[in-house]
């Protein structure tokens, strides 16, 4: 069994990826660059994290694949506001994930990375006619075609997904995928069903029914 080592960048890194990397039990250092002592070192893995010394970072990012043997997976943690700085670099980097994480998609992220490295385990898939999800990289595919979703659409697709044709109430859903510690009203499942339809598009939007006075369901026949 392959012990993972993990090296991070910056050396001080986030306290979120640290307390991630400890909980999967994935060994780890952090630097803010790689010295000669480093090339005697095996690392089987890599976060590196985009910030505002972006250029240091991408720095990194070359030194880690042009190693004798490049380390795999390398993944980005980078915010939303500076996805354009991934335009053009996909040889630099295997994955990336917007900050701040779910540590859950964190766990799922690097668990896919390392099975299609061939260490780790197959990701687990729920599907329903044109409708593919896989649990360990929380990505949704319509069609082939991966969707654009947030966390908690795709929760709530997943949890429709996973019980066909069972009807569930919107207080249901708000406890099952929310959780029972969200306050939230009833009104949040119901623009989150919306926004799936919307992105089921109008030939699937129906995979997702109203039961009248009741809630939601997904589907109504059986696909083989």
């Not at 795999?72 to 996909?90: C, F, H, R």
């Not at 598009?201 to 109504?220: A, D, P």
Request: charged content about 30%; glycine content about 8%; overall charge negative.
């Amino acid at each position: 069994m392959v012990t993972e080592r993990f090296v991070i960048y910056p050396a001080e890194a986030p306290t979120d990826l640290v307390r991630s990397l400890d909980l999967g039990g994935i060994e780890w250092i952090s630097r803010d660059r790689l010295t000669d002592a480093d090339d005697d070192k095996e690392f089987t893995g890599a976060v590196v994290v985009i910030s505002d010394d972006a250029e240091l970072a991408w720095a990194m990012c070359r030194t880690l694949r042009k190693r004798d043997v490049p380390v795999d997976p390398l993944l980005i943690l980078i915010p939303g506001s500076m996805l354009d700085q991934l335009e053009g670099k996909d040889e630099l980097f295997d994955d990336f994930l917007i900050a701040p994480f779910h540590p859950r998609e964190f766990d799922a992220r690097i668990g896919h990375l390392l099975w299609r490295a061939g260490r780790g385990v197959r990701p687990e898939l729920v599907s329903y006619g044109p409708i593919s999800l896989n649990v360990e990289t929380y990505q949704a595919a319509l069609e082939g075609k991966v969707m654009d979703l947030t966390y908690m659409e795709y929760e709530l697709l997943r949890h429709l997904t996973s019980h066909p044709g069972k009807v569930f109430s919107r207080e249901a859903l708000l406890n099952q995928v929310w959780g029972y510690d969200y306050y939230g009203g009833a009104r949040t499942v119901d623009v989150h069903v919306r926004r799936l339809r919307a992105k089921l598009g109008e030939e699937h939007s129906h995979l997702i029914q109203t039961v009248r006075s009741v809630g939601y369901k997904l589907g109504q026949t059986r696909w083989g």
